[in-house]
């Protein structure tokens, strides 16, 4: 009995230090991590994150969730339709993602629907919803969820965040916020998905 309770305290061990890494290198590349996010409390959280109206496309995560029903009785100006057209006005954006990196603090999004994209770069802030069972330490771990994205959906897109949308580009002056969001929030969410393919 011994041998499985240390070896079930050594693989939590394991997971807290994976998830202790991701949220450093994710606040040092400027995103603001909420650990042990509520299902309860996440509606009211994302509220408190949004000044104006919130791009909610749909995704599996989010209608676990359910997400509009939660922000709605939050009184949140809700874009869960008509995307293009309302985009442009939008503050918050939110989305799930398929997996995240620890080494880097990058989140990855299946974003081939439009919804997605346009949830995750136009909005001047963007708020991701993260199991933390889907925290992997490095890219060489990644290697097996790639291939099997490439073996489901041959042509798809895969977006890579680490912290707000940044830039150089401009005389050589850094810049936040020229190619997508000034603000990335990351809620952990735990019993969500631990499948890296469901968003």
Do not use: W
């Amino acid at each position: 009995m011994k041998p499985l309770i240390g070896l079930t305290s050594e693989v939590e061990m394991d997971e807290k230090r994976l998830i202790d890494r991701f949220c450093e290198a994710a606040a040092q590349a400027g995103a603001e991590v909420r650990r042990e996010v509520g299902r309860e409390e996440l509606p009211g959280l994302l509220a408190g994150l949004a000044q104006g109206p919130v791009l909610l496309p749909a995704f599996a995560g989010g209608e676990k969730l359910q997400l509009t029903a939660g922000l709605r009785r939050q009184g949140i100006d809700l874009v869960d339709s008509d995307f293009r057209r309302r985009a442009a006005e939008v503050d918050l954006g939110i989305t799930g993602a398929n997996f995240a990196i620890a080494d880097t603090g990058t989140l990855v999004l299946e974003s081939t629907p439009e919804p997605i994209r346009l949830a995750s770069m136009l909005p001047e802030r963007h708020a991701v919803i993260l199991d933390p069972r889907k925290i992997l330490p490095d890219m060489a771990a990644a290697t097996g969820v790639l291939r099997r994205f490439c073996e489901k959906l041959p042509r798809h897109y895969l977006a890579y965040v680490t912290g707000p949308s940044r830039t150089a580009d401009i005389e050589r002056v850094l810049t936040i916020g020229v190619h997508g969001p000034k603000a990335l929030f990351i809620l952990l969410v735990e019993g969500i998905s631990d499948d890296p393919l469901e968003m």
